[in-house]
């Protein structure tokens, strides 16, 4: 099998991509990351970067930056919106990486399980800028649960077992059809991130076992 030659032409990265980061910036001003200061926009431009660095073109990018304004800051008169500014391309795929296109959010796991079917009838480049933005949400767990341990699942709607089943599930999904560089790396995080907690949780049953064994040694001696 030849091995696919990589391409050493850039993709033309131009007025419209910077048109799109100042609506990112606009549109998601004062949003930070879950219970953090970090401001939302570095997620945009991290994922941004990962489409980037697996190939994506400027309507990718574009999309990229653009992933969560439908979601997060105003339904469909901003997907329309996206679309008249940034083209019917970017607005598909953005609208393929959306799970809410109303205000007030459906419930967390019914709009989990509706994205997990919309996924697997996405096409390739929608599943590239969506798999880059789990893949950095999901390193990004990842670190802060080296940090500060199981506290981090009280952020998210889906706590630690609907967090983890659903990053699983997308992972699964996403090497089933038209894997790519960023749902690999998606599918060796999510490991990492599954044995990062395995860890946590044997250590502390063996913590608390500890403390059980030395309460009865002390209930002994009395």
Known sequence: ?????????????????????????????????????????????AVTALVLEAGGDEDMAIAALLHDVVEDCGGLPRLREVRKR???????????????????????IDRKKDYLREVKHADAET?????????????TILTDHRQQGEAIWTRFSGKKEGTLWYYRALSDEYQRRSPNRNTRE????????????????????RQVAKKRTRKKSANSGR
């Open 1 to 45: 099998m030849k091995k696919k030659k990589t391409s050493l032409n850039p993709p033309y990265l131009g007025p419209r991509l910077q048109r799109a980061f100042r609506y990112a910036a606009e549109k998601h001003a004062g949003q930070t990351r879950k219970q953090t200061a970090v401001p939302y926009l570095s997620h945009l431009m």
């Open 127 to 139: 599943r590239l800028v969506s798999a880059s933005d789990k893949l950095h949400n999901v390193r």
């Open 186 to 205: 998606l599918e060796i995080a999510v490991g990492e991130l599954e044995r990062a907690v395995r860890r946590k949780s044997a250590a502390k049953k």
């Open 86 to 108: 940034f083209g019917a391309r970017v607005a598909k795929i953005v609208e393929g990486c959306t799970d809410s296109f109303s205000v007030p959010k459906r419930e967390w």
